[in-house]
């Protein structure tokens, strides 16, 4: 294992550290926890998401007026524990309520849960948006139903745009709830990813070797074989997302092609070029486009593909400038 680290135990501790540190007019850090929260004043919906360390720029790097109000940070590739949860919840309440924008875990989903009910001792009024967009499998390690994954940025994107329009908790989960349902994303693998502590890569590819479908955390994906050309790889998963979409020619949607951690952005801008031609002669139009690391998975080589199907307030939300690290 090569890593520029000190010691496994401490990895996240650091990164939050030096994460304030280096983006003090971003966010900065409630005292003893690994939450980070917005350095700036506002008054509106807090919006509490996060979850396993090693997504970054998930989720801290959307922390900032137009998107989220704190990001938990638990360990690598963990949930964070609900008492961090609900110290979020509280260094962001204005007393409009929270929303939590959750990634369909089991861990995140009880956690997230039990700092919901913490909160409502305090009389906070919170909500909850579950996000599930990976049509790859539909059960998986960790996980009932459908994993949340690189799709949960574009949900921060546009629930914090509301809620800086003044929406209310119950508006903004009931939007939330609705967009979830037309956001959708298959991920593909080069190869694995190395949690520090453990110090080996949770699964192995020969050099020849990808694999369609894999989760975030290196859960299995649906298929290995022998490394394709990105045109055949984007045709494979743009088939598997039109399926699930059903679309007609004529609609309008955004394509959004994010990196696993390790793969150059020449090779993501290879990869969404494919993509936008094979939909094209689907006659589908593309208005929102987004290349780059939002989601990934700490040094995992490999790419997803996200869709969202767009309408004219959304596509307003996607466009409108925020101030955080990532975004």
Known sequence: ???????????????????????????????????????????????????????????????????????????????????????????????????????????????????????????????????????????????????????????????????????????????????????????????GATVPEVGKPGFVLADDEMEFGVGIHGEPGYRREKIKPSYDIAKEIISKLKAEFNWQAGEKYGLFVNGMGATPLMELFIYFNDAKKILSEEGIEITFSKVGNYMTSLEMAGASITMIKLDEERLRLLNEPVHTIAW
Do not use: W
């Not at 964070?80 to 962001?92: L, W």
């Open 1 to 191: 294992m090569k890593k520029i680290i000190n010691d496994p135990k401490n990895v996240v501790d650091e990164m939050v550290s030096g994460l304030v540190g280096a983006y003090p007019d971003y966010v900065k850090q409630v005292p003893e926890t690994l939450v980070v929260t917005r350095s700036d004043e506002y008054d509106q919906v807090a919006l509490v998401s996060g979850g396993g360390s090693g997504h970054e720029p998930s989720h801290a790097g959307f922390v900032g007026d137009g998107m989220l109000s704190a990001a938990v940070c638990g360990h690598v590739f963990t949930s964070p524990t609900p008492d961090q949860i609900y110290e979020a919840i509280k260094a962001t309440n204005k007393g409009k309520g929270t929303l939590m924008i959750v990634k369909n875990y089991s861990g995140d989903v009880m956690n997230f849960d039990m700092a919901k009910d913490l909160a409502a001792m305090d009389d906070i009024e919170v909500d909850s948006v579950l996000v599930d967009d990976d049509i790859a499998v539909e059960d998986s390690t960790f996980t009932q139903g459908r994993r949340g994954v690189a799709g949960t940025v574009l949900v921060h994107k546009i629930l914090g745009g509301l809620a800086r329009e003044g929406k209310t908790v119950s508006e903004l989960a009931s939007y939330g709830k609705d967009l979830v349902n037309d956001i959708k994303t298959v991920g593909i693998a080069l190869s």
